[in-house]
Protein backbone atom coordinates (compact mmCIF):
# COMPACT_ATOMS: atom_id res chain seq x y z
CA UNK A 1 0.00 0.00 0.00
CA UNK A 2 1.60 3.26 -0.82
CA UNK A 3 2.46 6.00 1.27
CA UNK A 4 -0.37 8.46 -0.29
CA UNK A 5 -3.01 5.75 0.53
CA UNK A 6 -2.30 5.23 3.76
CA UNK A 7 -2.50 8.72 4.39
CA UNK A 8 -6.03 9.46 2.79
CA UNK A 9 -7.23 6.76 4.83
CA UNK A 10 -5.74 8.31 8.11
CA UNK A 11 -7.21 11.39 6.94
CA UNK A 12 -10.50 10.16 6.65
CA UNK A 13 -10.27 8.22 10.23
CA UNK A 14 -9.45 11.37 12.09
CA UNK A 15 -12.80 13.06 10.53
CA UNK A 16 -14.50 10.08 11.51
CA UNK A 17 -13.63 10.03 14.78
CA UNK A 18 -13.87 13.96 15.71
CA UNK A 19 -17.53 13.25 14.48
CA UNK A 20 -18.05 10.96 16.81
CA UNK A 21 -16.26 12.56 19.12
CA UNK A 22 -19.61 15.15 18.88
CA UNK A 23 -22.95 14.58 20.51
CA UNK A 24 -24.50 11.39 19.85
CA UNK A 25 -27.95 9.97 20.75
CA UNK A 26 -27.56 6.87 23.61
CA UNK A 27 -29.43 3.88 22.69
CA UNK A 28 -30.58 3.16 26.32
CA UNK A 29 -32.03 6.84 26.78
CA UNK A 30 -32.85 8.28 23.70
CA UNK A 31 -30.90 11.26 25.42
CA UNK A 32 -28.17 13.28 23.25
CA UNK A 33 -24.78 12.80 24.94
CA UNK A 34 -22.66 15.97 25.02
CA UNK A 35 -25.25 18.09 25.15
CA UNK A 36 -26.10 20.38 27.91
CA UNK A 37 -29.81 20.32 29.40
CA UNK A 38 -31.53 23.32 30.74
CA UNK A 39 -29.94 24.30 34.07
CA UNK A 40 -32.96 23.78 36.83
CA UNK A 41 -33.21 24.61 40.52
CA UNK A 42 -35.71 23.27 43.08
CA UNK A 43 -37.69 25.68 44.84
CA UNK A 44 -40.30 25.28 47.76
CA UNK A 45 -43.51 27.80 47.67
CA UNK A 46 -46.54 26.93 49.23
CA UNK A 47 -47.77 24.07 47.79
CA UNK A 48 -44.46 22.03 47.82
CA UNK A 49 -41.30 21.42 46.07
CA UNK A 50 -40.87 22.19 42.01
CA UNK A 51 -38.25 22.07 39.58
CA UNK A 52 -37.63 25.81 38.21
CA UNK A 53 -35.40 26.84 35.23
CA UNK A 54 -32.71 29.36 35.68
CA UNK A 55 -32.67 32.64 33.97
CA UNK A 56 -35.91 31.92 32.45
CA UNK A 57 -36.83 33.95 29.05
CA UNK A 58 -40.32 34.28 29.89
CA UNK A 59 -41.42 35.72 33.16
CA UNK A 60 -44.93 36.67 34.10
CA UNK A 61 -44.94 37.94 37.89
CA UNK A 62 -48.39 38.54 39.59
CA UNK A 63 -47.40 38.60 43.32
CA UNK A 64 -46.92 42.72 44.28
CA UNK A 65 -44.12 41.98 47.22
CA UNK A 66 -41.48 41.13 43.90
CA UNK A 67 -41.92 43.58 41.39
CA UNK A 68 -39.45 45.90 42.89
CA UNK A 69 -36.70 43.02 43.83
CA UNK A 70 -37.33 42.03 39.67
CA UNK A 71 -36.70 45.23 38.66
CA UNK A 72 -33.94 45.95 40.52
CA UNK A 73 -32.36 42.46 38.87
CA UNK A 74 -33.08 44.22 35.65
CA UNK A 75 -35.77 41.10 35.05
CA UNK A 76 -37.63 41.28 31.79
CA UNK A 77 -41.33 40.20 32.36
CA UNK A 78 -43.96 39.19 29.95
CA UNK A 79 -46.95 39.91 31.29
CA UNK A 80 -48.06 41.13 34.62
CA UNK A 81 -51.37 42.91 36.26
CA UNK A 82 -50.09 46.72 34.88
CA UNK A 83 -53.10 48.16 37.13
CA UNK A 84 -50.93 46.69 40.37
CA UNK A 85 -47.60 48.13 39.74
CA UNK A 86 -46.46 52.01 41.43
CA UNK A 87 -46.13 54.83 39.39
CA UNK A 88 -42.14 54.63 39.14
CA UNK A 89 -41.86 51.30 38.63
CA UNK A 90 -39.92 50.44 35.53
CA UNK A 91 -42.35 48.12 34.29
CA UNK A 92 -45.46 50.30 33.98
CA UNK A 93 -44.53 52.22 31.18
CA UNK A 94 -43.59 48.90 29.20
CA UNK A 95 -45.61 48.56 26.15
CA UNK A 96 -43.86 44.90 25.58
CA UNK A 97 -45.34 43.48 29.16
CA UNK A 98 -48.84 42.21 28.13
CA UNK A 99 -51.44 43.06 31.14
CA UNK A 100 -53.03 40.53 33.07
CA UNK A 101 -55.83 42.96 34.38
CA UNK A 102 -56.55 43.57 38.39
CA UNK A 103 -57.22 40.64 40.30
CA UNK A 104 -60.64 41.36 40.62
CA UNK A 105 -61.32 41.02 36.98
CA UNK A 106 -58.34 38.87 35.75
CA UNK A 107 -57.59 38.43 32.11
CA UNK A 108 -56.15 34.73 32.60
CA UNK A 109 -55.61 34.52 28.90
CA UNK A 110 -52.85 37.32 28.43
CA UNK A 111 -50.41 34.80 30.84
CA UNK A 112 -51.03 31.65 28.06
CA UNK A 113 -50.60 34.22 25.13
CA UNK A 114 -46.88 34.45 26.17
CA UNK A 115 -45.99 30.91 26.77
CA UNK A 116 -44.21 31.51 29.76
CA UNK A 117 -41.29 29.16 31.43
CA UNK A 118 -42.05 30.61 34.87
CA UNK A 119 -45.05 32.12 36.37
CA UNK A 120 -44.87 33.72 39.77
CA UNK A 121 -48.07 33.64 41.95
CA UNK A 122 -48.60 35.42 45.10
CA UNK A 123 -50.81 37.77 47.43
CA UNK A 124 -53.94 38.70 45.28
CA UNK A 125 -53.62 36.43 42.64
CA UNK A 126 -53.11 33.34 44.76
CA UNK A 127 -56.47 32.49 44.44
CA UNK A 128 -55.85 31.92 40.79
CA UNK A 129 -52.58 29.55 41.57
CA UNK A 130 -54.61 26.56 40.29
CA UNK A 131 -56.59 27.89 37.02
CA UNK A 132 -53.20 29.03 36.04
CA UNK A 133 -51.44 25.81 35.77
CA UNK A 134 -53.94 24.34 33.74
CA UNK A 135 -53.62 27.22 31.65
CA UNK A 136 -49.57 26.98 31.03
CA UNK A 137 -49.20 23.14 31.83
CA UNK A 138 -45.42 23.28 30.28
CA UNK A 139 -44.62 26.26 32.82
CA UNK A 140 -43.07 26.13 36.37
CA UNK A 141 -45.76 28.01 38.53
CA UNK A 142 -44.78 28.93 42.04
CA UNK A 143 -46.71 30.41 44.62
CA UNK A 144 -45.19 32.77 46.60
CA UNK A 145 -48.21 33.71 49.04
CA UNK A 146 -47.30 34.38 52.76
CA UNK A 147 -50.12 33.31 54.54
CA UNK A 148 -50.68 35.24 57.77
CA UNK A 149 -53.34 33.87 59.44
CA UNK A 150 -55.34 36.78 61.52
CA UNK A 151 -55.58 34.16 64.50
CA UNK A 152 -51.39 33.91 64.42
CA UNK A 153 -49.84 34.65 67.82
CA UNK A 154 -46.73 35.47 65.59
CA UNK A 155 -47.53 37.09 62.42
CA UNK A 156 -44.13 39.22 62.55
CA UNK A 157 -42.12 35.80 62.27
CA UNK A 158 -44.22 34.77 59.64
CA UNK A 159 -43.66 37.85 58.17
CA UNK A 160 -40.16 38.28 58.08
CA UNK A 161 -39.60 34.49 57.59
CA UNK A 162 -41.95 34.68 54.24
CA UNK A 163 -39.90 37.98 52.94
CA UNK A 164 -36.78 36.28 53.53
CA UNK A 165 -37.94 32.96 51.48
CA UNK A 166 -39.39 34.66 48.53
CA UNK A 167 -36.58 36.85 48.15
CA UNK A 168 -33.92 33.75 48.49
CA UNK A 169 -35.83 32.05 46.35
CA UNK A 170 -36.04 34.44 43.33
CA UNK A 171 -31.87 34.93 44.10
CA UNK A 172 -31.81 30.69 43.25
CA UNK A 173 -34.03 31.50 40.15
CA UNK A 174 -32.55 34.60 38.70
CA UNK A 175 -29.43 33.39 39.99
CA UNK A 176 -28.83 36.18 42.19
CA UNK A 177 -28.16 34.78 44.95
CA UNK A 178 -25.36 37.64 46.62
CA UNK A 179 -27.68 40.06 45.60
CA UNK A 180 -31.08 38.56 47.86
CA UNK A 181 -28.79 37.37 50.47
CA UNK A 182 -28.03 41.67 50.36
CA UNK A 183 -31.64 42.43 50.71
CA UNK A 184 -32.27 40.39 53.34
CA UNK A 185 -29.19 41.09 55.31
CA UNK A 186 -30.79 44.86 54.63
CA UNK A 187 -33.83 43.86 55.96
CA UNK A 188 -32.44 42.34 59.63
CA UNK A 189 -30.51 45.30 59.81
CA UNK A 190 -33.62 47.70 59.48
CA UNK A 191 -35.45 45.17 62.66
CA UNK A 192 -32.54 45.70 64.50
CA UNK A 193 -32.15 49.68 64.07
CA UNK A 194 -36.17 49.62 64.98
CA UNK A 195 -35.40 46.67 68.11
CA UNK A 196 -32.51 49.32 69.26
CA UNK A 197 -34.49 53.03 68.72
CA UNK A 198 -37.62 51.77 70.41
CA UNK A 199 -37.70 52.58 74.46
CA UNK A 200 -40.07 49.56 75.01
CA UNK A 201 -42.72 51.80 76.68
CA UNK A 202 -43.80 54.75 74.39
CA UNK A 203 -47.50 53.87 73.10
CA UNK A 204 -48.36 53.14 69.04
CA UNK A 205 -51.06 53.85 67.26
CA UNK A 206 -51.43 52.76 63.73
CA UNK A 207 -53.71 53.99 60.78
CA UNK A 208 -54.91 53.65 57.44
CA UNK A 209 -56.13 56.51 55.41
CA UNK A 210 -58.32 56.04 52.85
CA UNK A 211 -60.67 58.26 50.76
CA UNK A 212 -60.11 60.88 53.49
CA UNK A 213 -61.56 58.26 56.10
CA UNK A 214 -58.97 57.06 59.41
CA UNK A 215 -59.08 53.21 59.91
CA UNK A 216 -57.42 51.01 62.60
CA UNK A 217 -54.75 49.19 62.05
CA UNK A 218 -55.08 46.71 64.83
CA UNK A 219 -51.97 45.00 66.92
CA UNK A 220 -51.09 41.52 65.65
CA UNK A 221 -54.09 41.38 62.56
CA UNK A 222 -53.94 44.54 61.40
CA UNK A 223 -52.97 45.08 57.46
CA UNK A 224 -49.34 46.10 57.30
CA UNK A 225 -48.80 47.50 60.75
CA UNK A 226 -50.51 44.59 62.55
CA UNK A 227 -47.27 42.21 62.64
CA UNK A 228 -44.64 45.01 63.55
CA UNK A 229 -46.15 44.69 67.33
CA UNK A 230 -45.09 40.78 67.02
CA UNK A 231 -41.74 42.16 65.63
CA UNK A 232 -40.45 44.94 67.74
CA UNK A 233 -42.67 44.31 70.94
CA UNK A 234 -44.83 47.48 70.27
CA UNK A 235 -46.95 49.08 73.39
CA UNK A 236 -50.20 49.66 71.53
CA UNK A 237 -52.50 52.45 72.63
CA UNK A 238 -55.46 51.02 71.79
CA UNK A 239 -56.75 47.34 71.31
CA UNK A 240 -60.30 46.05 70.11
CA UNK A 241 -62.10 43.08 69.61
CA UNK A 242 -62.70 41.63 66.60
CA UNK A 243 -59.86 43.44 64.63
CA UNK A 244 -59.64 42.53 61.21
CA UNK A 245 -57.17 42.86 58.53
CA UNK A 246 -59.14 44.82 56.35
CA UNK A 247 -57.16 46.95 53.77
CA UNK A 248 -58.87 49.88 55.01
CA UNK A 249 -59.01 49.32 58.45
CA UNK A 250 -61.23 48.58 61.14
CA UNK A 251 -63.84 50.97 61.78
CA UNK A 252 -62.80 53.09 65.11
CA UNK A 253 -63.75 56.54 65.87
CA UNK A 254 -61.22 59.54 65.79
CA UNK A 255 -62.05 60.17 69.27
CA UNK A 256 -61.36 56.96 70.45
CA UNK A 257 -57.73 56.82 68.41
CA UNK A 258 -57.53 60.69 70.16
CA UNK A 259 -58.86 59.42 74.31
CA UNK A 260 -55.80 56.37 73.78
CA UNK A 261 -53.17 59.64 73.16
CA UNK A 262 -51.02 57.81 71.45
CA UNK A 263 -47.00 58.63 71.58
CA UNK A 264 -46.65 57.49 68.62
CA UNK A 265 -48.78 57.43 65.51
CA UNK A 266 -48.03 55.07 62.14
CA UNK A 267 -50.02 55.98 59.04
CA UNK A 268 -50.52 54.44 55.97
CA UNK A 269 -51.46 56.23 53.07
CA UNK A 270 -53.53 53.79 51.11
CA UNK A 271 -54.85 56.17 48.25
CA UNK A 272 -51.16 57.20 47.96
CA UNK A 273 -50.37 54.99 44.60
CA UNK A 274 -53.61 54.74 43.03
CA UNK A 275 -53.49 57.68 40.82
CA UNK A 276 -56.90 59.66 40.11
CA UNK A 277 -58.30 57.28 43.31
CA UNK A 278 -61.83 58.42 43.88
CA UNK A 279 -62.35 60.84 47.14
CA UNK A 280 -58.50 60.29 47.61
CA UNK A 281 -57.24 62.87 50.56
CA UNK A 282 -53.31 62.99 51.15
CA UNK A 283 -53.10 60.99 54.38
CA UNK A 284 -51.04 64.14 55.97
CA UNK A 285 -53.92 66.68 55.48
CA UNK A 286 -56.50 63.59 56.65
CA UNK A 287 -54.54 63.37 59.97
CA UNK A 288 -53.76 67.65 60.19
CA UNK A 289 -57.80 68.44 59.69
CA UNK A 290 -58.68 65.70 62.42
CA UNK A 291 -59.39 67.90 65.26
CA UNK A 292 -59.52 65.21 67.73
CA UNK A 293 -56.02 64.00 66.63
CA UNK A 294 -54.42 67.68 67.93
CA UNK A 295 -54.40 66.91 71.51
CA UNK A 296 -52.47 63.68 71.14
CA UNK A 297 -49.30 63.33 72.22
CA UNK A 298 -48.15 62.30 68.75
CA UNK A 299 -49.45 65.08 67.30
CA UNK A 300 -48.37 67.76 69.38
CA UNK A 301 -44.73 66.21 69.25
CA UNK A 302 -44.85 65.66 65.76
CA UNK A 303 -44.02 61.87 66.69
CA UNK A 304 -46.11 60.44 63.24
CA UNK A 305 -44.29 58.49 60.43
CA UNK A 306 -45.96 57.91 57.12
CA UNK A 307 -45.06 54.87 55.14
CA UNK A 308 -43.49 55.16 52.24
CA UNK A 309 -46.46 56.11 48.93
CA UNK A 310 -46.17 52.91 47.57
CA UNK A 311 -46.66 50.59 50.35
CA UNK A 312 -50.47 49.70 49.75
CA UNK A 313 -49.47 48.48 46.29
CA UNK A 314 -45.43 47.63 46.81
CA UNK A 315 -45.25 45.46 49.97
CA UNK A 316 -41.47 44.30 48.95
CA UNK A 317 -38.69 43.32 51.06
CA UNK A 318 -37.27 46.52 50.10
CA UNK A 319 -40.34 48.60 51.07
CA UNK A 320 -40.46 46.96 54.70
CA UNK A 321 -36.34 47.25 55.46
CA UNK A 322 -37.33 51.26 54.11
CA UNK A 323 -40.30 51.49 56.39
CA UNK A 324 -38.58 50.06 59.11
CA UNK A 325 -35.42 52.50 58.65
CA UNK A 326 -37.44 55.50 58.93
CA UNK A 327 -39.36 54.37 62.02
CA UNK A 328 -35.93 53.62 63.64
CA UNK A 329 -34.57 56.99 62.54
CA UNK A 330 -37.72 58.83 64.01
CA UNK A 331 -38.00 56.99 67.49
CA UNK A 332 -34.39 57.80 67.69
CA UNK A 333 -35.20 61.86 67.99
Known sequence: MGKLKVSLMLTVLIFVLAACGGTTETKETGEVEGAEAPKTVEITDAHGTIDVPVNPE?????????????????????????GLLPAESPYAK??????VGMHFEPNLEAIAGVDPDVVIVGQRFADYYEDIKKLVPNAAVIDLYIDIPEDTGTPGEILVKGLTDTTLTLGKIFDKNEEAAQLVADLDNSIDGVKSAYN??????????????????????GRVYGPMYDIFGWTPALEVEKATGDHQGDEVSVEAIAESNPDWLFVLDRDAPLAGAEGAVPAADVIDNAPALQKTTAVKEKNIVYAPNDTYLNESIQTYAEMFNDIAQALKK
Open 94 to 99: DSDIAD
Open 58 to 82: KVVALDNRTFETLAAWDIELAAAPI
Open 200 to 221: GEDTIMSVIVSGGDIGFSAPIS
